[in-house]
């Protein structure tokens, strides 16, 4: 047997409207009201038929989720999977769920958004990354859909809400430490050199070594995916050097544990031979040996606030751009060292 609103609303005593109004929050129905309501829907085993009232108020209650690459690649750091946990948590507040964009180029992923929105299959977006100039954005822009960034959008800064950590502080921060540390050959291994987030990483690293007097070496800047293999060929380039760097800065964990596994590979032991520091602190971060020295930028914590605050501009057109920076933090483990004869 099919229980319908007009069964919640008998056994409850009250009017189907009211049952329909409690299902959507309605402020106006009172707690006691919205208590005796759902009791009755417990009871009865009734559950919303969102798509109905989806159809009734236009509105999809899901969100778009798209991926710097492929799905497949993405997943495969850690990232990806603790800030789409981060955005779950959020849309499961709100009784929202969830739809990935699985495009591999550049125009799969446009073409998939292109249908996410003409085929209203969602109620706004989160991209998950933010890169110089990019067509899906610009494609959201120019239909005014609802959407915001994890990541610091390239341009239009003032006008699209964005979740970021303070990535420029953050690389500033651990390129002094390693200074500090009596480092002054210090090896940058970044991501995509179109991704933002790269391009405020290496800011910071560069802002570090000239307030240093440090001399700036351009092959110790290397770019590559945020993939083990990445790392792994970026130390055989730095290595190869004649005067090869005596620490690192590495843009992810991921990254980082390729670095390990190729110097562990040449015979060089971190931190003795080479000091080591990441960024996201994964747990990959923790188990690696050695233990890396990471920078923690709540990756949940960045999620969790894009959803939220893209649900609520859904769900509010009037609510004002936003810019939410996510605190960082530096955890030190065992693979960097203080260099000996300064």
Not at 240 to 255: E, G, I, Y
Not at 305 to 334: F, G, Q, T, Y
Request: glycine share 6%.
């Amino acid at each position: 047997m099919v229980v319908t609103i007009k069964d919640v609303a008998k056994h409850a005593n009250v009017a189907p409207s009211t049952v329909s109004r409690v299902i959507a929050n309605h402020p106006r129905i009172s707690d006691k009201t919205k208590e005796r309501v759902r009791a009755a829907m417990k009871e009865l085993g009734y559950h919303p038929n969102f798509n109905a009232r989806s159809l009734a108020n236009n509105s999809t209650r899901a969100i778009g989720l798209v991926m710097p690459s492929t799905a497949d690649k993405a997943l495969q750091n850690p990232f990806f999977p603790e800030v789409i946990r981060g955005i779950s948590a959020a849309a499961h507040v709100k009784q929202y769920a969830l739809h990935i964009s699985t495009g591999g180029t550049d125009d799969e992923k446009l073409d998939g958004v292109m249908q996410m929105v003409q085929g209203r299959r969602v109620d706004g977006i989160i991209l998950l990354y933010s890169r110089v100039d990019d067509e899906v954005l610009h494609y959201l822009r120019d239909k005014d859909f609802p959407f915001v960034v994890i990541g610091k959008p390239f341009t239009n800064v003032e006008d699209i809400t964005h979740i970021d950590n303070n990535n420029f502080r953050a690389a500033k921060e651990v390129t002094e430490y390693l200074i500090q540390l009596g480092h002054e050959r210090i090896g940058f291994v970044g991501g995509d050199n179109h991704l933002i987030v790269t391009i405020d990483r290496l800011g910071g690293y560069e802002k570090a070594i000239h307030e240093a007097k440090l001399t700036y070496r351009h092959e110790y800047v290397i770019h590559e995916e945020f993939l083990k293999e990445g790392g792994q060929e970026a130390v055989l380039e730095l290595m190869s050097l004649s005067q090869p760097p005596t620490a690192l800065v590495v843009s992810d964990d991921v990254m980082a544990l390729g670095v390990l596994n190729m110097l562990d590979r040449m015979g060089k032991v971190v931190p003795d031979d080479i000091s080591v520091v990441s960024f996201n602190n994964v747990l990959l971060s923790e188990i690696a040996r050695p233990p890396l020295t990471s920078v923690d930028i709540n990756i949940y914590q960045l999620g969790y606030e894009a959803a939220k605050n893209l649900i609520l501009h859904v769900e509010s057109p009037e609510e004002p751009i936003k810019r939410v920076i996510i605190p960082h933090k530096l955890i030190k483990r065992s693979s960097c060292i203080e260099l000996q004869n300064k």
